[in-house]
């Protein structure tokens, strides 16, 4: 038993879970602008594809950069001091923008999306162990889902909120640059790049007033008891490279995270390259978002009543390898939609990846926990790979004949193949790996 579940009966947990779910809001709002930032910032920059999807890197990698410095913060100062400053260290992020606008200069925006990316992975890892051992580790999953409704509820209210402000008119712009002269091409740019200003200054001072205020929430202390891991276990395991599970709940995620960052911000990119204006496109991030909506729903009401984690990560992932095959033969809005099914298939991974990965770490959960907050760089590493291979392709389709817009499209279509592998080793982990608790066959 934990701590928390000894401490904290689940009536007293009200109040923490809504505090937890505004921060997972704050986090799925900041995130999941980026869909609308990849095809913005391609157009200010004048960008190729593979060079756009460093929008996604910059926040991902910040994972890597900042996980285990994160948990050493937080057995410092505590989850709630921890909160207050990863949440202050967004805000600086947000500010970034308004001078990276100024100068047109993408490494700046970069820069700002980086520090903000620093800012959420104190925040996560901070608030995705605090919520899995708020209870009962086997109904972590439904914990792991509330917080998911509130991340993606938030996710589609930025990207329609963004994708208004960023993307309004983009259409337009891009035929004007066409034709414009040199100077007025500069000029159109540095208006367009302007847009992020307010949208980006009312962000930080949110960001900065949540901050303070979270240092006073009434957020009680929860820790994992040792005795989460049994006698034998707790004098035979001395590290966590004695936990094969462990790090192989941490390849699951590093790939899911790929796959859904991809499933989310490629797909308003993939629907201007298949012909669809800008203006209908912004909406099609929120497709994907809904979808994971309605899953997160489902996992509420199912786990563990009606359907165990592992069965609902087994259904995960054989749907995301059906709806990748299902993007690949299909074309036009069809193929869209399929991309945005793949929020079905990807909305219980998280909640189901981490209890099953934390289950029997014991007094090694905190640092478990910062190794699966580092595979969020998957999210960082796999869609621009997916941008590059769009690139070689198109460049490939080309070469062989093909118009520019009917590569582009051809391109962006195939290189979707990338999402099956993905999915299968997280098929992999829910069949098998989870259960691999011992480098010995004993």
């Not at 285990?68 to 100062?77: E, G, W």
């Not at 162990?129 to 509130?150: C, D, N, Q, V």
Request: with cysteine; aromatic share 10%; hydrophobic share 50%.
């Amino acid at each position: 038993m934990t701590k928390a579940q000894s401490n904290l009966p689940s009536k007293n947990n009200l109040v923490p879970i809504i505090i937890i779910a505004s921060l997972f809001f704050i986090f799925g709002f900041v995130t999941w602008i980026n869909g609308a930032l990849i095809p913005f910032m391609k157009t200010i920059n004048e960008l190729t594809d593979a060079q756009s999807y460093l929008v996604a890197s910059a926040s991902y990698i910040s994972f890597v950069v900042m996980a285990l410095p994160a948990s050493y913060i937080l057995t410092k100062i505590g989850y709630k001091k921890g909160m207050s400053l990863g949440l202050i260290i967004m805000a600086i992020g947000a500010l970034i923008f308004i001078p990276a606008a100024e100068a047109r200069t993408y490494w700046i925006f970069l820069t700002g999306i980086f520090i903000q990316g620093l800012g959420m992975t104190i925040l996560q890892t901070a608030a995705n162990p605090y919520i899995t051992i708020l209870g009962p580790i086997e109904s972590g999953a439904k914990r792991i889902a509330i917080m998911g409704i509130a991340n993606k509820v938030a996710g589609a209210l930025g990207s329609l909120i963004f994708g208004a402000l960023l993307l309004s008119g983009i259409d337009k712009v891009k035929q004007q640059l066409e034709s414009v002269s040199v100077e007025e091409k500069g000029i159109l740019l540095d208006t367009m790049a302007d847009s992020v200003f307010v949208p980006y200054l009312v962000m930080a001072v949110v960001l900065l007033v949540l901050g303070l205020l979270i240092r006073n929430a009434p957020l009680p202390h929860v820790e994992v008891n040792n005795e989460t891991t049994s006698e034998k276990d707790s004098s035979s395991k001395k590290t966590i490279f004695h936990f094969p599970h462990l790090w192989l709940g941490v390849l699951t995620l590093f790939v899911y995270v790929g796959a859904e960052v991809i499933a989310g911000d490629t797909i308003i990119a993939y629907g201007i390259s298949l012909g669809f204006p800008a203006a209908d496109a912004k909406f099609f991030t929120t497709l994907t978002l809904l979808a994971m909506v309605f899953t997160y729903g489902l996992g509420v009401v199912l786990i563990p009543k009606f359907l165990n984690q592992k069965t609902a990560l087994i259904i995960s992932a054989v749907l995301g390898i059906v709806f990748s095959i299902c993007i690949l033969t299909t074309t036009g809005f069809t193929s869209i939609l399929f991309v945005a099914a793949l929020g079905i298939s990807n909305a219980l991974v998280w909640p189901a990846v981490w209890p099953l990965t934390l289950e029997g770490l014991g007094s090694f959960t905190k640092t478990g926990s910062a190794l699966l907050i580092m595979a969020i760089s998957g999210g960082a590493i796999i869609p621009p790979f997916y941008g590059k291979i769009v690139d070689a392709t198109k460049h490939e389709l080309i070469t062989s004949g093909l118009s520019e817009m009917d590569a582009l499209a051809k391109a962006s279509t195939s290189s979707y193949w990338i999402l099956i592998p993905c999915y299968s080793i997280i098929l992999l982990f829910a069949l098998w790996g989870h259960k691999y608790k011992s480098w010995s066959r004993n």
